[in-house]
């Protein structure tokens, strides 16, 4: 079963906008983590925040956890045609215990 | 460096027969974990192995089973397989040290079609 739900679904932007991806969950968790897919192939880790944390940057990527509405946010500013692609939150329940992953949300930025 | 690898790249099997996949990990990691991911889906977890023992399983039948090898690398075993089985099967490395399940490294998956 999957554990997060990402919204929008989908979301088309232009080049050098930001974009904004969400997540909810629906327990508590101990991390959560974004990665990245690129056409149906393997993921990249992208940033990862702890259930302590409620903002972390890296880049261009800005994403902050709020365990109170049990959501997360990932914003990527200035986007680029580069960053189309699908987007995924995961999380887990403690040191080691299994990744689960929401069904992503697909960003298509267009040049 | 090398990262994960996976083989086949892309399979295509007829209703019960069986299949084996194939994983080795990125260096320094100990950790394997194998995930299926369906068209338009997200990953669901399968299983893990660390210590050439499975740690933890999702909920896949016993239909999906696995080995891990002494040099960390792994095989995913699917017997009587079934049409819904046909998806991308990823598999992801870690350090047991690092955390298992932060930062999983990912392979480039094998596509399964199940004819």
């Known amino acids: 079963s999957q554990q997060g739900e990402e919204d929008p679904q989908a979301l088309s932007i232009q080049e050098g906008e930001n974009a904004t991806m969400n997540c909810s969950y629906k327990t508590s968790i101990n991390n959560l983590q974004w990665y990245r897919q690129n056409s149906g192939r393997g993921l990249v880790h992208l940033i990862l925040i702890r259930s302590n944390e409620r903002e972390k940057h890296s880049g261009r990527l800005r994403v902050t956890l709020d365990t109170s509405k049990k959501s997360s946010s990932l914003l990527i500013t200035a986007s680029r045609a580069a960053d189309t692609a699908s987007y995924f939150c995961a999380t887990d329940r403690g040191a080691n215990s299994k990744l689960t992953f929401g069904k992503g949300i697909t960003l298509s930025v267009r040049p | 460096d090398a990262g994960v690898t996976q083989s086949p790249t892309h399979l295509i099997k007829t209703r019960g027969q069986q299949v084996t996949l194939r994983c080795s990990p990125k260096s320094g990691h100990d950790t394997v974990s194998w995930y299926q991911q369906a068209l338009g889906q997200g990953p669901q977890f399968i299983f893990q192995?660390?210590?050439?023992?499975?740690?933890q399983r999702g909920n896949f039948p016993d239909r999906f089973s696995g080995h891990q090898f002494p040099n960390y690398s792994s095989e995913l075993n699917v017997n009587a397989l079934l049409l819904g089985d046909s998806a991308l099967y990823l598999c992801?490395?870690?350090?047991?040290?690092?955390?298992?399940?932060?930062?999983?490294?990912f392979g480039s998956g094998t596509q399964l079609s199940v004819l």
């Open positions: 192995y660390y210590e050439e023992e499975e740690r």
């Open positions: 992801a490395s870690s350090s047991i040290q690092g955390a298992a399940n932060e930062k999983l490294f």
